[in-house]
């Protein structure tokens, strides 16, 4: 059975957590596009852990983790966090690289933070990973696909690749001479040399553990809003975060994917530029910020204030579609506590008329929220397991959403930690 997890809204929704959670009954976990740009927060037995590579399954001693061919794969930080692992003594975590991923390099990075500083207030709010150039450079086929480092007849790809960047370099960014031949041939040999115990060919070993019907979770790693094609283009990835890419990341048919979760949470955050219907600032937004996610609302990986909103039911409908969601997890919820009343965008007025559809990006700047306001429940609910056990008013938020969203919620999270997680769908 193969289930895809990934996220409804975008980003920040707990994906890590979920993921870390789930993999305990997965024989695989497939981490299937992006790169180092995102962090999946995981509070477990071992301790905290932000990762930002390595797909979320780590923990699990039965668990194999593989990087699919759609990701960034960036070496640095594998070999990073592989090392970090095995200093906070998880045990040996099995893990692959699809031979046919490609490898971000650090110019990537480099053209990534030179760009944002070009771009100055017409910026993305990159994270500075180098994700915009490696894409760029893999669409335009001039990037290196790992299986390519062991073909020994690289050189004339290289020069040509160090020509490119040095002409654009120059032109773009005053920059002379970014990259030499010899010293891109030194790094990937050490790269080639290190990589191969890891490698797999990440297409038939997949099929095949679908063919003999392991348990297998397909990983993503952005919300569905910031998908290149249906997401809130131009601030979005530049690759696909949806289910959908998942199967052509991992190279399995799409029909194979039995199960999909959109995780959501319940209330609103992004990082990054781009229109964000009904943002909340002022003492609003700083105290839901301070209350949010384990230590407050701050991206896991650039430590950026993240913007709030309430919850916006037209667009984790819009994203729970895209994604092909038959369920969702919905996580934070212990958040909301502290509210008497709780508000949620139930659809965006533009020009006068009253919406629920998600619209393209340019008319969001127009969308203003409409919201419904439930009762709050004013009590700590981070220690219960039992649906049954939540106060009514929590209740109604969750079959709230659900109708709204029209997509049945089967897990709700009330903590940050791995253990703090309520089974919806065993309601009565
Ligand atoms: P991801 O990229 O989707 O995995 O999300 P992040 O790790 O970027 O951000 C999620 C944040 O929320 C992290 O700080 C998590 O530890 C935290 N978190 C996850 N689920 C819950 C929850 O149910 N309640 C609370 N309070 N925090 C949570």
């Known amino acids: 059975m193969v289930t895809a997890i990934t996220g409804g809204s975008f980003g920040d929704e707990g994906k890590g957590k979920m993921t870390d959670l789930l993999a ?16 999946h927060t995981i509070i477990n037995d071992y301790g905290k852990f932000v990762l930002h590579m390595l797909p979320s399954g780590v923990f699990h001693g039965h668990t194999e983790n593989i990087i699919a061919s759609g990701a960034a794969f960036d070496a640095e930080e594998f070999f990073g966090e592989l090392e970090m692992l095995k200093k906070r003594g998880v045990s040996k975590p099995a893990v692959r690289v699809s031979s046919r991923a490609q490898l971000l390099l650090p110019v990537h990075k480099e053209q990534d933070i030179l760009e944002e500083r070009r771009l100055g207030k017409s910026g993305f709010g ?44 120059k032109a773009f960014y005053g920059v002379e001479n970014v990259l030499s031949a010899s010293a891109l041939t030194e790094y990937l040999t050490e790269i080639r040399d290190r990589l191969k115990p890891y490698l797999v060919d990440c297409t038939y070993y997949v099929n095949s553990a679908v063919k003999a019907g392991k348990n297998i979770l397909l990983e993503g790693q952005l919300g569905a809003l910031r998908d290149v094609d249906n997401g809130i283009y131009p601030f979005v990835t530049s690759s696909s975060p949806l289910a959908g890419f998942g199967s052509v990341s991992a190279g399995i048919p799409p029909y194979e994917i039995g ?17 964000f219907v009904g943002e909340l600032f ?105 649906y049954d056990r939540l106060p ?15 997509v049945p919620i089967t897990m709700i999270s009330n903590g ?3 253990e703090q997680i309520i089974l919806a769908d065993m309601r009565k």
């Open 392 to 406: 009514e008013a929590a209740k109604k938020y969750v079959r709230f959403i659900e109708d709204r969203i029209g």
């Open 416 to 418: 940050p930690r791995r």
């Open 24 to 39: 305990a009954q997965a024989d695989i976990v497939v981490r299937f596009q992006g790169g180092a740009n995102a962090g």
């Open 126 to 169: 990159s994270t500075l990973s180098g994700i915009a150039p490696f894409y760029s450079d893999k669409y335009a086929k001039r990037n290196f696909q790992i299986s390519e480092l062991y073909s020994g007849g690289l050189s004339d790809k290289i020069k040509r690749f160090c020509e490119d960047k040095n002409i654009f370099f």
């Open 259 to 275: 199960r999909t979760v959109a995780v959501i949470k319940a209330y609103s955050t992004c990082v990054g530029a781009g229109a």
């Open 282 to 386: 002022g003492s609003e937004a700083d105290e839901l910020r301070r209350r949010g996610g384990d230590s407050g609302e701050y991206g896991a990986k650039t430590g950026r204030p993240r913007r709030i909103a309430w919850f916006d039911c037209v667009a984790a409908k819009y994203g729970c579609m895209l994604q092909g969601a038959a369920e969702a997890a919905l996580t934070m919820l212990d958040v909301l506590s502290f509210l008497d009343r709780i508000p949620v965008c139930v659809g965006y007025r533009i020009n006068g008329a009253i919406t629920d559809k998600f619209p393209e990006t340019y008319m969001l700047d127009k969308a203003e929220p409409v919201y419904e306001y439930l009762d709050g429940w004013k009590s700590d609910i981070s220690g219960i397991r039992d």
